[in-house]
């Protein structure tokens, strides 16, 4: 792509969510993964797996490995040792289990406050944006521009807000972006998508449109996936969104 050449972005008006990691569904297939084993299945005498590891119940190990990727010590209370005069097997075991979740929530911790000292020095904010008439002369582009050093992935959001009186915030775009300062973006909305959000919604009139532009922070990955909740703790969106508004003509 030659430098300067103006990105647009077609976007039908669909939450980004529909692409997001899904941590309660994806924790409970894994539980029904774990439930479905015989609980009295195991492994014994595995001489190369290493110490507290060479026994152990099937389930139990299902039940562990779910427990630390997902952050949930109260899976751990699932985890059962098995007792072997020859195989060494405290590696599967409540306590075992609960440590290593610990250890994973710390470790997630550290990475997530890391991800909020950078934002805090240099994130990405909202300069400026306008709305315009597309070339075709029914449809709108949407063109922010962007201030900031900390490069990544935002999620940019567009609602009216001044359609009639008490009216709520109606949303007519949210997608992820990847965004530095540079970014050139002109997005575009088809008028017809607007108007199924927004049925009162007609050309040659002003709108109050507020912007707002969010870090994605993730979902952690497969050595631990983090919850909503345990996001919402440590860098909420309210702490990593700007937002500006802007009586714009359509």
Known sequence: MRKGL??????????????????????????????????????????????????????????QEAAVRFRDDSLCRQV????SLLSSSWGYSEMRCRQLVSEGIAADRRELEATRRAYVAGGIKLRDFRVQRNGNGRDIDIIPSFVGTYAGGYTLTFDILSSGPSAPPVQIHSSGYYVDEKSNLNIYIPS??????????????VYDV?????????????????SDAFIAEVFPARDRSHAITRRAAF
């Open 210 to 226: 507020r912007a707002t532009l969010t870090l994605d922070v993730g979902f952690g990955g497969q050595s631990g996936y983090w």
């Open 192 to 205: 017809a998508e607007i108007r199924s959000r927004l049925p009162g919604f007609t050309l040659d009139r």
């Open 80 to 83: 059962k040792q098995r007792r």
């Open 6 to 63: 103006l990105l647009t972005v077609v976007c039908f008006i669909a939450s980004a969510d529909v692409l997001a990691f899904d941590y309660t569904a994806q924790r409970r297939n894994e539980m029904r993964t774990c439930e479905a084993i015989d609980a009295s299945e195991s492994q014994s005498g595995l001489l190369f797996n290493p110490d507290g590891y060479r026994s152990y119940y099937v389930r139990s190990k299902c039940f």
